[in-house]
């Protein structure tokens, strides 16, 4: 299976329990009170860090990931089950977007680490929980609400030490295998490496990972060729290798390299770096006498060698635990999701009053506008909220419908018959 390194999937978190409408039913208490108990929580899904680079290929089959559901409330006060939640295994390094709104939801930098993506819903109330002194023996209940739902962009940015950086066939693959336990395809046409190939690198008792990545070209950095694979691939390194054939101009071949990797993130060009001058079993001695002289230039540390004839590979191992720096901590990217107010907001649209607002109409949502107990329990609270107050202020007048969310109420100014009975009183009274 071809390695993969974005992927698009769809999670979705379970729906929460309904709340549960019972009445106690015993022997010696044949008209007992509410005891509808709670629904349960839907599951969330999270995204977990695995050491296996390959992971995002297992998913490939399975686009759509759905969390489990929240069970319902039922008698004798007893609560739903909670849905089970769902872990999705993908490789350290993972960075996952939202694909709608571009947000950064999850940056997965160490392994284990474990960050949720979207949230279950909730469990509803059940009507033991709406039984007050006025209201003895509510018959109606709370829904539980959907699960969050997210279409997301998974991309894997490589945690390697050290990054191979070179045009195709310039033998990075042959370096590879020849400083690490790695055995990649190795063959003498462009473009051999397809995919990222890991290995470690080892001596003594210290050891690093050396990624090799599919090998850049001209406008990499415009997404042409396997440019951007490239580029986020060493994004995350600690050192670079810049590998560079010694019969291909390695003067301009290194300023074209940096040249890619200015434009796609200038602080690629701030790491640590060494010049890998390779194919020298090709060359005759003055020839890499007068390119290591030339390369000078640059300030970094020249190894000449032939990768294919391991010559040299042996003082490039050891420059290279020489130059890594120490492994800093590799804090992740801050989400780019930004928190903003949604105020209630009343509109006059089609001679209908819509009272617009994510939390109101969530509130609604969780209620079954049919039912007229349910119904005058949200007008209380309507009332609490000052949404009738809102109302009136705008123009709304006793029967005018007000739809908030997905339900059509109709309009009751409250103070108008609160003074109408004050007045009735009154005159009962004289």
Known sequence: ?????????????????????????????????????????????????????????????????KA?????GEGRNKAGANGEDLTINVPIGTMAYDRDTGELVADLTEVGQRVIVVQGGLGGRGNS??????????????????????KLRLELRMIADVGLVGYPNAGKSSLLAALSNAKPEIASYPFTTLSPNLGVVEKDLERFTLADIPGIIEDAHKGKGLGLD???????????????????EP????ESLQHELREYDPKLLELPALIALNKIDLAEEHDIDEASKDLTKFGLPIVAISAQENLNTEELKSTLFAMLPARPRLEPQQSTKEITADPIRVEHVDERWIVRGKELEDIVARFDAKNPEAVSYLQHHFASLGINKRLKRAGAKDGD??????????????????QRKREEAEEAEN
């Open 1 to 65: 299976m071809a390695f993969r390194d974005t992927l698009d999937i769809t999670v979705q978190g379970g729906k929460g329990g309904d709340g549960g409408l019972s009445f106690m039913r015993l022997k010696y208490v044949p008209k007992g009170g509410p005891d509808g108990g709670h629904g349960g929580n839907g599951g969330s899904i999270f995204l977990e860090a695995i050491t296996d680079v390959t992971s995002l290929d297992r998913l490939v089959d399975n686009r759509g990931y």
């Open 68 to 72: 489990g559901t929240g069970g319902q």
């Open 129 to 150: 929980s709406f039984a007050n002194s006025k209201r003895q023996a509510p018959r109606f209940n709370e829904l539980g609400t959907p699960g969050e739902k997210r």
């Open 230 to 248: 490239f580029l986020r691939h060493i994004s995350r390194t600690r050192l670079l290798i810049y590998v560079l054939d010694i019969s291909e």
């Open 251 to 254: 003067v301009e071949t290194l």
């Open 401 to 418: 419908e007000v739809q908030i969310g997905l339900a059509v109420f109709d309009y009751f100014d409250e103070e108008k018959e609160q």
